[in-house]
């Protein structure tokens, strides 16, 4: 038989994958999700019913026109980014347009600069391009943020290429503060790096204001900005992201996109034109629901001994259970029937915690906890 590829083979097997393929046990709470729990938006739910038949061709592999105008006038308003529609590509969710960014700036044994713990696509993908991610740490006692000394040190002058930051951060819930974004952006500028900002959960923050890096002065030239309309909008399975990148390489991200999926689906872009048309009531509503469950699950967290920074974004606690957070996941989901994802898949740095995912509705997190206290008890 033909062989499998190395690149493959020696990625490990996501220990998240063999939780998910343990949930079908009706007993089990699953407090491991990243996707939201609310439904479409109505006004969407009664717009995809309208364009049902118009949207069964290809359309361009950088986004419908229309589309990426509107995009880069969110990003104007919103972020204060300078985009115009040629710094955009619409792709499959935002993580194809990482994939697709990574291919375009990373050559071979080039370096990618990756926060520890973090979203766990990013290894991979950095990986998978045969570039080599690099680790800068993070940790509980600094609230998770990204020390712009550490980045520092990890810089090696000759393969470094690309930083990747994540701003509301999974699986910690941090969002960067603004002087620690002005120092990470003199980082790019001083050493020529491409900045990938990964700000998947914009809109879901609580009480801080989201800062885009690409705002900041002089990025325009190193920042890429990647977002989605996942989960700003309960919009995971339309697959619909993009990201934001000087016209050269989003140029070059929409030349190879041709060859990955062509375009994103045209029925996910026509309705990511009507969402960005939609009152902001819509997202912040669950951004409220979220709130509650968030102060919820900290404060139970917290009284069981199970130490965890109150999350500024996202819907994420990262709780601290002890030195085997492996162990400690299986058995929880073995012997209390609640599913949480091990913090060490994130990063070395995550091990001795796990991801506790609030995207669940209340009455469950409720019984969720319940059952932890006891088990941890
Ligand atoms: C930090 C982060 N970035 C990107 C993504 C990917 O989102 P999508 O591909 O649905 O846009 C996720 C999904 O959970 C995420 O947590």
Redo the contacts with the bound molecule.
Sequence with gaps: MPHIAERELELPDAIIGKLISLLHDKRVISLGA??PDFDLPKPLVAYLKRIANKTNKYSPPGGIPELKIAIAKKLRKENRIHAEPENIVVTG????A?LLAAACALDVGEQAIVPNPS?L?YLPTVELLSAAPVFADTAASTGWELDPDEVRRRIDKKKTKVLII?TPG?PTGNVLKRKTLEELADIAVDNDLYMFS?E??EKIIYGKKHVSIASLNGMERYAVT?Q?F?KSYAM?GF?L?YCAAPPKLAAAITKIHVYTSICAPTVSQMLGIKALSLPEKYTSAMVTEYRKRRDYIVKRLNETGLRTVKPEGAFYAFAHVGKDDRRFAFDLLKKAHVAVVPGSEFGTAGKGYIRLSFATKLPLIKQAMDRMERFVR
């Design positions: 990243g996707e969710g935002s993580q194809e990482l979203f696509a994540n999974n990964d998947a959960y990647f989605t996942s995971c697959r992201g």
